[in-house]
């Protein structure tokens, strides 16, 4: 009785010692080559819920993708190349501003919500370090 207990004990404690960070989020939303990776962590936090919300958490859905329902990804990575393939298809000015452009595109679903306002506010917790820069970005 004793062992098991302990067991789920070091399991629920590993469970929690392995959460999803920003920075681990940022570095592969740069790995990949998206456009505007901070204001993308962003969109990530805030529709996910800092990591925590039930979409993110049985569905892998960082940016709340939605055809009739949410969509259902294998990880957090796949939806992150999902955000990729979306960014290609729609964001072709480079020019005009990223949040302009989430805000005109309604990225939120909610027309007169100041989505672009509301990722502006997020505040990213920590330094945003990758290995392959080795610097702050």
């Known amino acids: 009785m004793r062992y098991s207990i302990l067991l789920l004990l070091s399991f629920a404690i590993s469970i929690q010692l392995y959460a999803l960070n920003e920075n681990e989020v940022y570095c592969y939303i740069k790995q990949i080559g998206i456009k505007h990776p ?3 962590l ?7 819920g800092h990591f925590k919300s039930k979409i993110f958490k049985t569905k892998h859905n960082l940016f709340g993708f939605r ?10 990575k796949t939806c992150i190349e999902y955000y990729k393939r ?8 480079d020019t ?4 302009r452009f989430l805000q005109k595109r309604n990225f939120s679903g909610k ?3 100041r989505y672009d306002t509301q990722l502006k506010r997020i505040t ?3 330094k945003l370090i990758c290995e392959e820069d080795g610097k702050r970005e």
Do not use: L, P, T
Not at 67 to 76: G, M, T, V
Not at 86 to 93: A, H, L, N, R
Not at 96 to 99: A, E, G, L, P, R
């Open 42 to 48: 962003r969109q990530a936090i805030y529709e996910s």
């Open 38 to 40: 901070e204001v993308v």
């Open 67 to 76: 055809h009739n329902s949410y969509i259902k990804f294998d990880s957090w």
């Open 111 to 113: 027309r007169k919500m």
């Open 124 to 126: 990213i917790r920590g």
């Open 86 to 93: 979306w960014q290609e298809k729609y964001y072709k000015d």
């Open 96 to 99: 005009v501003d990223y949040y």
